[in-house]
């Protein structure tokens, strides 16, 4: 059975409608979506728009998400700069690797 962009969307929001009813209770709703305006996005934040105890992210990355999950462990006095820490070690964690060679060394394991 091949199922169509519209369904999936459909099921994606059903889906995403239950997990917020579920932890409605919750003291707050944190979502980490990958990119803004992608679908998973975009329902994220129509449905926060109805749950108040809600924040919708975008542009997650590792370690964010183990940011995240590690700090679950510890009370949070202060959700909003929780999020925005979490944000920044993603933030943090983006750049590029320059492999720079040891000058005057012939040992090939080192430069990393």
Same mark, same amino acid.
């Given at each position: 059975m091949i199922l169509n962009r519209e369904v999936l969307i459909l099921i994606l929001k059903m889906r995403l409608g239950?997990?917020?009813d579920k932890l409605a209770s919750?003291?707050?709703?944190v979502v980490l979506t990958d990119?803004?305006?992608g679908t998973p996005f975009k329902t994220s934040a129509m449905l926060s728009v109805e749950?108040?105890?809600?924040t919708v992210t975008y542009g997650a990355n590792l370690p964010m998400v183990l940011e995240l999950c590690m700090s679950m462990a510890d009370? #949070? %006095?202060d959700i909003e700069d929780f999020i925005d820490k979490t944000?920044?070690?993603?933030?943090e964690q #983006? %750049?590029?690797f320059v492999f720079d060679k040891v000058q005057g060394s012939n040992n090939e394991d080192e430069g990393i």
């Amino acid at each position: 059975m091949i199922l169509n962009r519209e369904v999936l969307i459909l099921i994606l929001k059903m889906r995403l409608g239950k997990a917020f009813d579920k932890l409605a209770s919750c003291s707050h709703i944190v979502v980490l979506t990958d990119l803004m305006g992608g679908t998973p996005f975009k329902t994220s934040a129509m449905l926060s728009v109805e749950h108040k105890n809600s924040t919708v992210t975008y542009g997650a990355n590792l370690p964010m998400v183990l940011e995240l999950c590690m700090s679950m462990a510890d009370p #949070i %006095n202060d959700i909003e700069d929780f999020i925005d820490k979490t944000i920044q070690i993603g933030k943090e964690q #983006i %750049n590029k690797f320059v492999f720079d060679k040891v000058q005057g060394s012939n040992n090939e394991d080192e430069g990393i």
